[in-house]
C-alpha cells in the first residue's frame, strides 16, 4: 500500500514528516495512534453486531434493507 489511508487521522499524521531530516514519530503518539486504531474496529465490531440483530421495522427507520444490511454485518471490523 502507497499512502496511509485518511481516515486514520493519528496514524497517517504521525508518518507525514517522517523523511531524511524531519523528527521521527515519538513512540507515545504511535502507542495512541495504535490504541486509537483498536478502538475504532473493537466499535465497528460492535455496530455490526447490532445491526445483524434488528429487526425489519427498525432497519427501513434507517433507511436499510435486510440484505444490505447483512452485507454490512459480514464486513470484517477492519473494514470500513
Request: charged share 30%.
Amino acid at each position: 500500500m502507497a499512502t496511509i489511508p485518511s481516515r486514520l487521522p493519528l496514524l497517517s499524521g504521525s508518518f507525514s514528516g517522517f523523511r531524511r531530516g524531519h523528527e521521527r514519530p515519538r513512540p507515545r503518539s504511535l502507542l495512541l495512534a495504535v490504541i486509537g486504531l483498536l478502538m475504532r474496529w473493537q466499535e465497528r465490531a460492535e455496530e455490526r453486531y447490532a445491526l445483524a440483530d434488528l429487526d425489519d421495522r427498525l432497519l427501513r427507520d434507517i433507511g436499510l434493507d435486510r440484505i444490505a444490511a447483512a452485507r454490512e454485518a459480514r464486513k470484517p471490523f477492519w473494514q470500513a
